[in-house]
């Protein structure tokens, strides 16, 4: 996040279809070019000719941003400016440490409106346009995590109870310091605890509740 007297800004896009994301780099809020996402809202759409011919005949969608102090732009707060609202546990922008029971707090958070003010602003490609934008466009990131429940897994594929499902949960290889390999495999998981200490810490920082540990 950049200082608010820097008047710089980034813009995060990302093609759901394909899965890459990209950032691009420190720009100016007031740049003409970026004036077409002004006083839009959350979900809204914009079409990419105002940007330039690179983004020819694209279309994104504004799914959210972040204002100078870090907070997320929240949805049904209709302003460009700061809100201070009282929010409670479980809200955007309020975690909740150090509260009461039941203690709501007043926060300062950015609306849904999109105005220069914000530093980041997350774009989805909706349509895509002529030209191919490099490292977004013209790459397919696969999808590593599939479903984690046997349910969902299920419904996906169409498989009846009698099917194995094994066969159709995604695994991937983590390798951690050449001796432990984490196996991440859907709902089907198993964690062994060791008397390291180094082993546990290794493993309180990958989720161990959906990992298969096997050493070499």
Not at 6 to 24: F, Q, T
Not at 112 to 129: F, M
Not at 178 to 187: E, N, S
């Amino acid at each position: 996040v950049t200082h608010r007297t820097s008047g710089k800004g980034n813009v995060d896009a990302c093609i759901p279809v394909l899965g890459p994301h990209v950032g691009s780099d420190p720009c100016d809020c007031h740049h003409p070019q970026l004036r077409a996402f002004w006083d839009k809202r959350i979900s809204q759409e914009v079409s990419g000719d105002a940007l330039g011919e690179e983004f020819k005949g694209y279309v994104f969608k504004i799914t959210g941003g972040c204002g100078k102090q870090g907070f997320p732009m929240k949805q049904g707060v209709l302003t460009p400016g700061h809100v201070r609202l009282l929010l409670h546990r479980g809200t955007p922008c309020f975690c909740g440490y150090g509260r009461h029971n039941g203690e709501r707090r007043r926060k300062s958070v950015p609306g849904c409106i999109v105005s220069p003010d914000l530093s980041v602003l997350n774009l989805v490609i909706v349509k895509k346009g002529e030209n191919d934008l490099p490292g977004l466009t013209d790459v397919e990131k696969p999808r590593m995590r599939g479903p984690k429940r046997v349910s969902k897994i299920r419904k996906l594929f169409n498989l009846s109870k009698e099917d194995d499902v094994r066969n159709y949960v995604n695994t991937y290889l983590i390798p951690l310091r050449g001796l432990i390999y984490f196996f991440i495999w859907g709902t089907f998981a198993l964690v062994l605890f060791f008397s390291c200490p180094c082993i546990k810490k290794e493993l309180d920082i990958i989720s161990v509740s959906r990992v298969l540990l096997r050493v070499v």
